[in-house]
């Protein structure tokens, strides 16, 4: 197998204020592994929040593809990646790593990867629109243009200083768009005083549930907010494990799974197995990252009582295409692989990349 990866920066359409920082742009790192004529593709963005650097992200792909060297074919490297102890290298890497295996191998069978994972049906589900710490006329606005687009569901990000703030946004939302289902996110940004005196007035306003209201690191404080909320809590930072997810299974209302926290399509799959009858609900969330990003979790849809799958969505420009989302709904199709292909706009994306941006590093 000949394993490649080339560095591209994706740029928001306008900069995302969350509690603990702006973000405007990010780096993604894609990896190409070929075999027999057919190529699979992965992706993994940095991220600060989780200490992953451009650097750090591209020495970890290119010893992980040193590795795949060992193999005689991408189902047999596939079958060892889903074997390894968990932790051996980052959940983002392990995550990006199965995608383009997963992809080659569906490729390979002419089959989707849902399919080789066992749904029959197309996945699909409404997504959450993301909206960030923004004046609350301008969220207003966002909403409305929403709405009007087809997006059922609206995310509204919280945690700025002034709790009247958040309130206002809320209010304003709400009011802009009175049939979306809303769901808040203060990123861990309140005090347990403060979301107690919140979560009622948010369920007053029709909120459905809340991501992880509370600073990580203490699950034990969470589940006690879940058990006495208005509204379902989910847990977000707190729940990055199987481990984290066992402790608070049947104790939050829902785990928000990103693949790229808790290691990929397989992983999300144990979670999602684990929590199966015990009153918390899946969450499927992501990183703000390109459609090559997002579509494994996409193949994963069938799964989740609530889809947050928007990354996406929040570029200038996405370099993918395959799973829609513009009309607020998300959709794995049924042709081969993860289903999706660069853009001719793409400077060629993976299909050829340019001189100086790609790297063979297998």
């Not at 703030?165 to 289902?181: G, K, L, S």
């Not at 879940?226 to 984290?244: F, G, N, R, Y």
């Not at 849809?301 to 513009?326: C, Q």
């Not at 706009?345 to 001189?355: F, K, L, Q």
């Amino acid at each position: 197998m000949n394993v490649s990866q080339r560095t591209v920066t994706l740029h928001l359409a306008e900069p995302l204020r969350i509690s603990r920082s702006t973000m405007a742009a990010r780096d993604a790192v894609w990896l190409r592994i070929e075999h027999a004529g057919q190529r699979g593709h992965g992706e993994a963005v940095s991220s600060a929040y989780y200490g992953l650097d451009t650097a750090t992200l591209k020495r970890l792909l290119h010893e992980a593809a040193l590795e795949l060297g060992r193999f005689a074919d991408p189902e047999s490297a596939l079958r060892a990646l889903w074997e390894e102890e968990p932790g051996r290298r980052p959940a983002a890497v392990t995550a990006a790593v199965e995608s383009a295996l997963l992809d080659l191998c569906g490729k390979r069978a002419g089959r989707p990867v849902h399919r080789l994972v066992g749904a029959t049906a197309e996945p699909f589900a409404a997504t959450a629109r993301t909206l960030g710490i923004v004046p609350a006329g301008r969220a207003a606005a966002q909403a409305r243009c929403l709405a009007d687009s087809g997006f059922s569901v609206i995310k509204v990000k919280a945690g700025a200083p002034d709790a009247e703030d958040d309130m206002a946004r809320i209010r304003a939302v709400r009011t802009a768009a009175p049939h979306a289902r809303l769901l808040l996110d203060p990123n861990g940004a309140w005090s347990v005083a403060r979301a107690r005196e919140l979560l009622p007035l948010c369920a007053e306003l029709g909120v459905e549930a809340v991501e992880q209201p509370i600073a990580p690191g203490d699950p034990e404080a969470l589940a006690r907010l879940a058990e006495h909320s208005p509204l379902p809590v989910i847990a977000d930072e707190d729940a990055v494990s199987l481990e984290d997810v066992h402790r608070l299974a049947g104790r939050v209302q829902g785990v928000n799974v990103k693949l790229a926290k808790c290691g990929g399509v397989r992983a999300a799959l144990r979670i999602a197995s684990l929590i199966e009858g015990s009153g918390t609900a899946l969450m499927l969330g992501c990183l703000t990252a390109s459609t090559l990003g997002i579509a494994p979790a996409v193949h994963l849809a069938g799964h989740a009582r609530w889809a947050d799958l928007d990354g996406h969505l929040l570029l200038a420009h996405d370099p993918w295409t395959g799973i829609g989302g513009t009309d607020g709904v998300v959709r794995a199709s049924g042709r081969p692989g993860l289903g999706v292909r660069p853009l001719a706009t793409a400077t060629g994306a993976c299909a050829e990349e340019e001189e100086g941006h790609r790297e063979d590093v297998a």
